[in-house]
């Protein structure tokens, strides 16, 4: 069995570009008091290679990962497909979000499934209901995967 398949339970991880967005995440699993933790880590140093993928989720071992797509949509978008697909994503919930749903949705030519992020309150209720739902479906994927 792979180091991924046994994550560590309530850490999540979440790539983005905005400091904003990691106040609030951070804040929202601190509010809930669900034993969740934040990790995080900034798109564009993943992208550039400052931060190694593999080896930072080796080392953090998140259960679930929130990736935020922010423009240039396309190259963004092809990044996050490439990380998503990794084979240490494997047993691992992940989350999509973006501040331009309806942006990135024409760019990439598909329905992304990305919640739309906007720092509002709503979000955060959106945000938490997606953790426990993806979350649920990759304690499932661990056990009988």
């Avoid at 979440?14 to 995440?25: G, P, Q, R, Y």
């Avoid at 953090?60 to 797509?69: A, K, Q, T």
Wanted: net charge negative; glycine share 8%; charged share 30%.
């Amino acid at each position: 069995m792979s180091r991924s398949m046994n994550t560590t339970k309530g850490v999540v991880a979440l790539f983005n570009a905005s400091d904003d967005t990691i106040e609030m995440v951070n804040g929202l699993l601190k509010d809930l008091g669900d034993g969740q933790s934040l990790i995080w880590c900034h798109f564009a140093d993943l992208k550039k290679g400052i931060v190694n993928f593999e080896k930072y989720m080796e080392k953090h071992n998140p259960e679930l990962v929130i990736f935020d797509i922010s423009p240039p949509y396309d190259e963004n978008w092809t990044f996050f497909k490439t990380m998503r697909e990794h084979r240490i994503m494997k047993g691992r919930g992940s989350v999509l979000t973006t501040t331009n749903k309806l942006r990135l949705d024409e760019i990439i030519g598909e329905d992304s499934k990305a919640l739309e992020i906007v720092g509002l309150k709503e979000d955060l209720d959106l945000i938490h209901a997606a953790i426990g739902r993806e979350t649920t479906i990759a304690a499932a994927a661990r056990q009988f995967g």
